[in-house]
Nanobody
């Protein structure tokens, strides 16, 4: 019954920004750690950022200082603000909650 829906992906030039959003339904969203992962073709899925119920955050070294994860419990959403995007950020980005995953949203960074 849990459903996660990502949005906000798209095509952006290097140095640009995107904001991804994930909305959770059918769960007690506020008590769980939520995370963003990404997977590029031919590469392993990697953790990008996570945020706990207490809003403690973790970032992968590759995105630290460029990405910001946040959550709005009133809206049941978790966002990922991505700034200073690089071509190597190109991937499908997935939202996760507990054992559940969204279907992903494509982010392409290209000139």
């Amino acid at each position: 019954q849990v459903r996660l829906v990502e949005s906000g992906g798209g095509l952006v030039q290097p140095g640009g920004s995107l904001r991804l959003s994930c909305r959770a339904s059918g769960s007690e969203y506020s008590i769980y750690t939520m995370a963003w992962y990404r997977q590029a073709p031919g590469k392993q899925r990697e953790l990008v950022a996570r945020i706990t119920s207490g809003r403690n955050t973790f970032y992968a070294d590759s995105v630290k200082g460029r990405f910001t994860i946040s959550r709005d419990n009133a809206k049941n959403t978790v966002d990922l603000q991505m700034d200073s995007l690089k071509p190597e950020d190109t991937a499908v980005y997935y939202c996760s909650l507990d054992i559940y995953w969204g279907q992903g949203t494509q982010v392409t960074v290209s000139s």
